[in-house]
């Protein structure tokens, strides 16, 4: 399995990106994929999750309500919106997948199985 993050740049406050993960590999609908964040000096925290079959999403409680994560079978590839950004959601993003994660897991990154390369999101003030 591979995964391909992108979409990460510079933006003002309140600003928005689309960051995509694109899979490849393995049959992506028997995939779980998360959105993990880290920014410098931090550790690595989970920001969402959307299970394979039904899409059942997932939201950090620092994200929930500016973000929005969604996955297109067709493209083999998941989607972060993010809106209203804020200088503390500067970070390197990580998209990672997980083909059997039960929901308890769905927010801890040792459960994925793959990771790809993080695209960096920064927010000036």
């Known amino acids: 399995v591979q995964l391909q993050a992108s979409g990460g740049g510079l933006v003002q406050t309140g600003g928005s990106l689309r960051l995509s993960c694109e899979f490849s590999?393995?049959?992506?609908?028997?995939?779980?994929v998360g959105w993990f964040r880290q920014a410098p000096g931090k550790d690595r925290e989970f920001a969402a999750a959307?299970?394979?079959?039904?899409?059942?999403?997932f939201y950090a409680d620092s994200v929930k309500g500016r973000f929005t994560i969604s996955r297109d079978n067709a493209k083999n590839t998941v989607y972060l919106q993010m809106n209203s950004l804020k200088p503390e959601d500067t970070a390197a993003y990580y998209c990672?997948?997980?083909?059997?994660?039960?929901?308890?897991?769905?927010?801890?990154?040792?459960?994925?199985?793959?990771w790809g390369q993080g695209t960096q999101v920064t927010v000036s003030s």
């Open positions: 590999g393995r049959t992506f609908s028997d995939y779980s």
């Open positions: 990672a997948a997980g083909r059997s994660l039960i929901t308890s897991s769905m927010r801890n990154g040792d459960a994925y199985n793959y």
């Open positions: 959307i299970k394979r079959y039904g899409g059942a999403t």
